[in-house]
């Protein structure tokens, strides 16, 4: 008598790795259920201040952090490769950790905030930016749109 259909043989291992792990890497964060939001998991507000900044503010003011790493790179560094980077990674740990936000963040109206409210500190920021700069955690989403670097740092990004 043969195997049922759906039925894996005797001898074949277990495997290690389920097509269901694989679709749900895929298929990107959960969604929230109707009536949810982002930010609603953290006790933030659906819109506005205070509301979880949403994705496109956040590119806005990473373009701009980036223009001015690049052009205080080109200016100060004769166009060095790893100034700007550097350059990015010190305006973010020192604003960060010292004004809650970066000059691109302020113009897009973003403040880094502790999960709970308080203030950004020298080391969130530092966790924050260190991870940042290794970019697999901006790929790692949570539910409520956080990369793994502010889940890690303990931080979200709001609206001023």
Do not use: C
């Not at 005797?10 to 929230?32: A, F, T």
């Not at 969130?124 to 749109?145: H, K, N, Q």
């Amino acid at each position: 008598m043969g195997r049922k259909r759906g039925e894996k043989p005797k001898n074949q291992p277990e495997s290690m790795i389920s097509r269901k792990d694989l679709g749900s890497w895929i298929e990107g964060p959960p969604h929230h259920a109707a009536g949810s939001y982002p930010g609603q998991e953290l006790g933030l507000p659906p819109e506005g201040p205070a509301a979880m900044a949403g994705y496109g503010r956040r590119f806005l003011a990473l373009i701009i952090d980036w223009v001015i790493a690049l052009g205080l790179g080109a200016l100060f560094f004769n166009g060095s490769e790893i100034a700007p980077l550097l350059i990015f990674a010190g305006m973010h740990i020192l604003m960060i950790g010292l004004l809650g936000t970066t000059i691109g963040k302020r113009i897009a109206r973003i403040q880094i905030v502790k999960v709970g409210g308080a203030n950004a500190t020298l080391s969130t920021s530092l966790i924050r930016t260190a991870l940042w700069m290794v970019i697999v955690p901006l790929i790692i989403i949570d539910s409520d749109g956080r990369g793994l670097h502010d889940r890690l740092a303990k931080s979200v990004e709001i609206v001023m």
